[in-house]
């Protein structure tokens, strides 16, 4: 579904990612995993056009993106939340939900969808973003991103600073959306995260990526948690 | 009642009332109340920009120069009538806010506004090269007898009234639409956050550019009906001073409000009008009164309603 192939990149002549390569398949949740600096959130970045590549190719369904300016990215069916969620803070939840909706034309029925899946949202819908709780940011973050349909969704650490209750709602809505066929690509630094909900993890390390491990072979495995970020 | 139609009914309401003071309002002020209408119509063409957008420009004036000259000059060297030369005045600033626009869309931030001011210095010095045409500081004055559209004499006190509102009610309209819209919507989201926006997936330029071109295109509306409403036109009006006034009107009343425009311009003309009539030294009062309501009411008169409780105003 998403195929990231030799990739290079950074910013301003400071390269950040050196040969990465992975992939991401409908229904599968593939996990960046590195210390601070590896790379991660660049590396969404770069998919998400944000950042030029010059080197290697991006793909999507078989589409190549990797040169596509970012406005046209979300219309290959991406969806992005970055870092810090980024909402239109002066906007209220309802009308931060239209923005999304609004890029594909049509409603076809996503708000609702949203909006049951989160449904703290619908009892918020006339509440400025500014005024919501971290977790209900997140929420609607990611309800905003899901409004565009997405065939892929790059999550930039959506548990960052969230209590747990919220953290498992967030982890139960990421879950949710594999199974509806949608390929995740989370960047997570916590490794109860990262153990509890993906599929397979991709180690970078100094802009590099390694062969991507089931996460299920990792539990057998904790010097790899050892070696990548020293825990 | 849906906060839709709480706010179609308070704008409807408020040409309501401008239509009912035409007949009792004193001459003096009859004729204020026209020009501070034209001029609510300039704001809001500006707000659409700066409130809404989140672009600040400084070149505004070349725009309401655009319009006016584009009507006054085809009325005075190719003889034109009235409705043709508002035509060709509104033609002029989408051409003029179009190229523009193209050119400005290169720019961000600071330099967005040294290049509006760049540009609207350059269209006040061409007024003034081309004196010959435009009459440069001394003007042109629009004969009484041309200013009429479809019978109707729009130098006569009243018939002037009644085309400033319908101005301004179009202008209203149009900002409504605008803000009730998905067009507006992404306006707003542009000006929180440009690149957030850009990731949804939506041509930012595309979206900035059509703000620049509605902007420009009610901004020359208002300066072709001022020409043809008041009868004259001056390179006084391309000034940067042009510029500037917008911005003052639209920050006192409150930016990004469909209503902050007109209270910002009544507020700021009778400001000064009445000041001026205590003493010489006016733009003191003003400038004081300015500081205080910007200490006070940071987001504007209208803003700072809208922030204290009537959260549904547009």
Partial sequence: ????????????????????????????????????????????????????????????NGIEISQLPANEVPRHGIGYIPQGRRLFSELTVEENLEIGLMVNGKDHGFREEVLDMFPRLRERLHQRADTLSGGEQQMLATGR????????????????????????????????????????????QRVDAVLSIADRVVFLENGRSHDPVRASEIQDKPDLFQRFIGV | MSELK??????????????????????????SMAR???????????????????????????????????????????????GPALIIGLLSGVVVSLTIGLLLLRTTGVAFMIVTLMFSQAGYLTVLYFGEFTRGDEGLVIQQ???????????????????????????????????????????????????????????????????IVLSGTMSAAAGACYCLLFGYAGATFASVQYSIFPLLWVLLGGAGTVLGPFVGTLFMFYLIDLSSGLTTAYMLIAGFSLVMLTLFAPQGLVGEIRRRGLRWLP
């Fill in chain 2, 145 to 211: 007898e041309l200013r009429s559209i479809a019978g109707i004499d729009l130098s006569d006190p009243t018939s002037r009234y009644f085309a400033a509102l319908l101005l301004m009610t179009i202008c209203i309209i149009v900002s409504l639409r605008v803000v009730q819209a998905g067009f507006g919507r992404v306006l707003v989201a542009i000006r929180e956050n440009n690149e957030r926006t850009r990731m949804l997936g939506y041509d930012i330029q595309r979206h900035k550019l059509s703000a």
């Fill in chain 2, 36 to 82: 501070i209408m034209v001029l609510t119509c300039y704001a809001m063409g500006y707000n659409i920009l700066f409130g809404y957008t989140g672009l600040l420009s400084l070149g505004h004036a070349l725009f309401f120069a655009a319009g006016m000259y584009g009507l006054s000059l085809s009325m005075q060297h190719l003889e034109w009538l009235a």
């Fill in chain 1, 1 to 60: 579904m998403l195929v990231v192939k030799e990739i290079s990149s950074g910013y301003q002549g400071a390269q950040v990612l050196h040969n990465v390569s992975f992939d991401v398949q409908a229904g599968e949740i593939v996990c960046l995993f590195g210390r601070n600096g590896a790379g991660k959130s660049t590396c969404l970045k770069t998919i998400m056009g944000l950042i030029s590549t010059d080197v290697g190719r991006i793909a999507c």
């Fill in chain 1, 145 to 188: 991103a899901l409004c565009i349909s997405p065939k892929i969704l790059l999550l930039d650490e959506p548990t960052e600073g969230l209590q747990p209750s919220m953290i498992d709602q967030i982890r139960y809505a990421v879950k949710t959306l594999r199974d509806r066929g949608v390929a995740i690509l989370l960047v997570e």
């Fill in chain 2, 6 to 31: 709480k706010s179609w009914l308070l704008h409807l309401g408020i040409v309501a009332l401008l239509f009912v003071l035409q007949f009792v309002l004193p001459s003096y002020h009859h004729a």
